[in-house]
């Protein structure tokens, strides 16, 4: 491993923040993210990010006073986005496709301004969101939104955001998408970071398929001020990830929307061949997973490439990798 000062630990966005490491802990719903997962990334260096869009508000305050409790150190929130009502046209019959009974009470997501309130309550440090651009002009710390175009990072930073997540096809989980078609947001982190850096003058954090140090040593070349890795964080100890979640992580993924009702990219399960075989268009989000019992294998491209650590030691790991990815870059004997 190289020994001489990486220079690459110091961006605009590890200065603004006061992070050590340009390295973003993503948000993964679902209840994979616990508290000790947030507060390891965040010890190490790096931006611990707090799961809080399924989060109630009275749940959502205990879980930002717990990461507080454990660690003095920035950590983020991410949230979803004011999304429309959802409509149950097509539930019963998605409900019969999936083998499971349709439940009798129909949950509903925490309201997106009840939560907000108890971000700027707590002053939380960092929140960031997906799935749409809300005005945070009027919000007293430092935001992220999530865009998989150009078009969607300029409508982000329209509404004040102080940094972008470029969210390329590769990454697991959610979509971010918002503006166009699904279908003509499906551009790799490679391509996206550059047009991303093109369109907005804030810090931009390139996101999908980043698995370790090279990863991050390519990402802040082509200009990113920060990686957020997700998939990454799956197979750490502090990963409230089933077994059988661990073991899909390696196999062949897709993007559909069979599962949530919003596109993500997920493993390819039975499940998943079964729904979008029947041709019936799914519910809207997040009414479907409400009742599967088989709960979404979300994961990204990289996912034969996560590695069973304890997260802080994968953030030293990462460090250190990309140390060398950009020694190997400057070294002259290589033509850097």
Request: proline share 8%; aromatic share 6%; with cysteine.
């Amino acid at each position: 491993m190289t020994t001489q000062p990486a220079g690459w630990r110091s961006t605009t966005l590890t200065r603004a923040l006061g992070l050590d490491l340009p390295i973003l802990q993503a948000p993964m719903a679902g209840g994979w993210t616990t508290t000790a997962l947030v507060v390891a990334v965040s010890e190490a260096g790096g931006l611990g990010s707090i799961a809080g869009a399924m989060l109630s508000p009275d749940a959502l305050r205990e879980e930002i006073r717990a990461v507080r409790s454990a660690t003095e150190k920035p950590f983020a929130v991410n949230l979803f986005a004011p999304l429309p009502a959802p409509s149950e046209r097509g539930l019963a019959e998605w409900a019969e496709l999936s083998g499971v009974p349709l439940p009798a009470l129909r949950a509903t997501a925490p309201r997106f301004a009840d939560q907000l309130a108890v971000i700027v309550a707590e002053r939380v440090p960092v929140l960031s969101f997906t799935f749409g651009a809300p005005d945070v002009t009027g919000v007293d710390c430092f935001t992220i939104g999530t865009a998989t175009t150009a078009a969607e990072a300029r409508a982000l930073v329209d509404n004040g955001v102080d940094a972008v997540v470029a969210q390329g096809y590769e990454a697991g989980g959610h979509r971010g998408t918002f503006l166009d078609p699904v279908g003509q947001s499906l551009i790799g982190t490679m391509a996206l970071v550059p047009q991303v850096l093109d369109a907005v003058s804030v810090p931009v954090i390139a996101s999908g398929g980043v698995m370790d140090g090279r990863g991050i040593a390519a990402a802040l070349t082509l200009g990113a001020d920060g990686v957020q890795l997700g998939t990454a964080f799956l197979a750490t100890e502090e990963a409230s990830v089933p077994a059988a979640y661990r073991a899909a992580l390696g196999r062949p993924s897709t993007v559909t929307n069979v599962l949530t009702g919003r596109f993500a990219r997920a493993v390819r399960t039975p499940l998943v061949d079964r729904l979008e075989a029947s041709g019936v268009t799914p519910p809207d989000y997040p009414l479907p997973r409400l009742f599967l019992t088989e709960p979404p294998y979300l994961v990204g491209q990289g996912g034969s490439r996560a590695r069973p650590l304890p997260a802080a030691e994968l953030v030293v790991l990462l460090a250190a990798e990309a140390d060398d990815a950009v020694g190997t870059i400057n070294d002259p004997s290589n033509g850097g």
